[in-house]
């Protein structure tokens, strides 16, 4: 049974169990799925000015990927499956998904619940121009029903359940959003927060959006984490946000320079991340190769600590 309301939609809902209320641990991934149509953000561009809509067969593309996802997001080879899962770019029914809910797809290959949190897309506005270096992205049509978002698949309870929405400058047809959640871990209250950072204008636009999630943390009493892609698309974004985040006591494990993000040839960024506070990270890793978006998937494994001083940075990328 699926429930929605203020754009918030649950599906799969399951009965908690009492194990999954006493955890210590647990596996956190975070990937900006880009719905599920392939790696080659730039490439399929270029063919589109073209007058090609690459890749043909949209529908079971996407559909083709959401399994491979499923499948490399439950065989423990890249990675040990997670907890839960946050994705990005998680269109529900968007034509370039082909239709595809697909949040709710993943969720159901894997057999976990999900709450996807719409954008809210205006519908019969014209996108805003933008720099031509980000202007690669496939574009929701204006009179498209359908609408992105970013979303949680859990196979614990995920409570409190909120929506962000993120401040913006230059591109407003397309709505920046973070979500909110609660859960259990041992006997504390985790708050995790799942981040979509606009890319678009100066890094003190950046930094606004993330302050904007950064406040909100800071009412929670007890361990957060803040993960998912922050579109730190040069050096001196990565730095600046990981410098932000550590000025409010939170950690992370990824090196500042490690790719997540891959554009053409050799173009590699650092865009995605796992931040904590209060809580130990035992492992970690970049799951490459996964081709299903043009970012590569990140998680952590996280225990159950009282200070930020307890944050592990053991582990490392795991890669076939």
Same mark, same amino acid.
């Given at each position: 049974?699926?429930?929605?309301?203020?754009?918030?939609?649950?599906?799969? =809902?399951?009965?908690?169990?009492?194990?999954?209320?006493?955890?210590?641990?647990?596996? /956190?991934?975070?990937?900006?799925?880009?719905? =599920?149509?392939?790696?080659?953000?730039?490439?399929?561009g270029?063919?589109?000015?073209?007058?090609?809509?690459?890749?043909?067969?949209?529908?079971?593309?996407?559909?083709?990927?959401i399994?491979?996802?499923?499948?490399?997001?439950?065989?423990?080879e890249?990675?040990?499956? #997670?907890?839960?899962? =946050?994705? &990005?770019e998680?269109?529900?029914?968007? +034509?370039?998904?082909?239709?595809?809910?697909?949040?709710?797809?993943?969720?159901?290959d /894997?057999?976990?619940?999900?709450?996807?949190? +719409?954008?809210?897309? #205006?519908?019969?506005?014209? #996108?805003?121009?933008?720099?031509?270096? /980000?202007?690669?992205?496939?574009q929701?049509?204006?009179d498209? =029903?359908?609408?992105?978002?970013?979303?949680?698949?859990?196979?614990?309870?995920?409570?409190?359940?909120?929506?962000?929405?993120?401040?913006?400058?230059?591109c407003a047809?397309?709505?920046? !959003?973070?979500?909110?959640?609660?859960?259990? /871990?041992?006997? &504390?209250?985790?708050?995790?927060?799942?981040?979509?950072?606009?890319? *678009?204008?100066?890094?003190?636009n $950046? *930094? $606004?959006q993330?302050?904007?999630?950064?406040?909100?943390?800071?009412?929670?009493?007890?361990?957060?984490?803040i993960?998912?892609?922050?579109?730190? !698309?040069?050096? &001196?974004?990565?730095?600046?946000?990981?410098?932000?985040?550590?000025?409010? +006591?939170?950690?992370?494990?990824?090196?500042?320079?490690i790719?997540?993000?891959?554009?053409a040839?050799?173009?590699?960024?650092?865009?995605?991340?796992?931040?904590?506070?209060g809580?130990?990270?035992?492992?970690?890793?970049?799951?490459?190769?996964?081709?299903?978006?043009? *970012?590569? #998937?990140?998680?952590a494994?996280?225990?159950?600590?009282?200070?930020?001083?307890?944050? &592990? *940075?053991?582990?490392?990328?795991?890669?076939?």
């Amino acid at each position: 049974m699926n429930m929605c309301t203020d754009n918030i939609e649950m599906g799969n =809902a399951r009965q908690p169990s009492e194990s999954a209320e006493k955890r210590t641990r647990l596996v /956190l991934a975070s990937y900006n799925i880009r719905y =599920a149509v392939g790696r080659y953000l730039i490439a399929s561009g270029l063919l589109r000015k073209l007058g090609y809509n690459f890749p043909t067969g949209r529908a079971e593309a996407v559909r083709q990927n959401i399994r491979l996802a499923a499948e490399v997001f439950s065989n423990n080879e890249l990675l040990p499956p #997670p907890d839960i899962l =946050a994705l &990005q770019e998680a269109d529900k029914e968007t +034509g370039r998904a082909g239709k595809q809910h697909v949040a709710a797809r993943l969720a159901d290959d /894997l057999g976990l619940e999900y709450v996807h949190v +719409g954008s809210g897309l #205006p519908h019969g506005i014209k #996108p805003k121009e933008r720099e031509w270096w /980000l202007n690669f992205e496939e574009q929701v049509a204006i009179d498209d =029903a359908g609408d992105m978002g970013v979303a949680l698949l859990s196979r614990v309870p995920l409570k409190d359940l909120e929506r962000i929405d993120l401040p913006w400058h230059d591109c407003a047809w397309r709505p920046r !959003l973070a979500m909110a959640a609660t859960i259990t /871990l041992s006997d &504390q209250q985790l708050r995790l927060f799942n981040v979509h950072i606009d890319p *678009h204008g100066p890094l003190d636009n $950046q *930094h $606004q959006q993330t302050e904007a999630v950064l406040e909100l943390a800071e009412k929670h009493d007890g361990p957060a984490v803040i993960l998912g892609d922050f579109n730190t !698309l040069s050096k &001196q974004k990565a730095i600046e946000i990981r410098r932000l985040l550590e000025l409010h +006591g939170y950690t992370t494990p990824f090196p500042t320079r490690i790719p997540t993000w891959r554009g053409a040839g050799i173009i590699r960024f650092h865009a995605d991340w796992i931040f904590v506070k209060g809580v130990r990270v035992n492992r970690w890793g970049v799951v490459r190769p996964l081709n299903v978006s043009d *970012h590569w #998937p990140i998680w952590a494994e996280i225990e159950s600590g009282t200070h930020a001083s307890d944050v &592990q *940075h053991s582990g490392g990328v795991r890669t076939q």
